[in-house]
């Protein structure tokens, strides 16, 4: 009886954690250069949006954690009606950084009630 419990409990194990699927790789885009850019004030990530922009299907309905395993944690955030949520990523300095612009673009990912990414474009 105690085989058959203990092999229940691998069996079980094995299955849960076989169950999460891998996160997209985005080709072309240094991530670890994305994620150190905080607020795009070394002007890395410029070049990097728009292959971001291309590969937007890669990173749409995917959860708030995995967009931030993915990108890392997004410059400002915003919550909205409907507990819709915004995660925003400057690609130009933002107003924060010393070489400041005005109307700085950014990346904006909109999260569904469900915390899901629904979509994704550049914004002014």
């Not at 299955?15 to 790789?25: F, I, R």
Request: glycine content about 6%; hydrophobic content about 45%.
């Amino acid at each position: 009886m105690r085989r058959w419990l203990w092999l229940s409990v691998v069996v079980v194990g094995s299955l849960l954690t076989s169950c999460g699927k891998a996160l997209p790789t985005l080709d072309g885009v240094d991530l670890a250069a994305w994620k150190d850019d905080k607020n795009a004030c070394g002007d890395k990530r410029m070049a990097m949006a728009a292959l971001i922009e291309q590969q937007k299907d890669k990173l749409l309905a995917l959860s708030e954690d995995d967009i931030v395993a993915v990108l890392g944690k997004p410059d400002q955030n915003e919550l909205y009606k409907r507990n819709q949520k915004f995660f925003y990523y400057f690609v130009q300095p933002a107003p924060a950084c010393a070489s400041a612009n005005p109307g700085t673009k950014r990346l904006a990912i909109r999260f569904n009630a469900m915390g899901l990414a629904k979509e994704l474009a550049i914004e002014d």
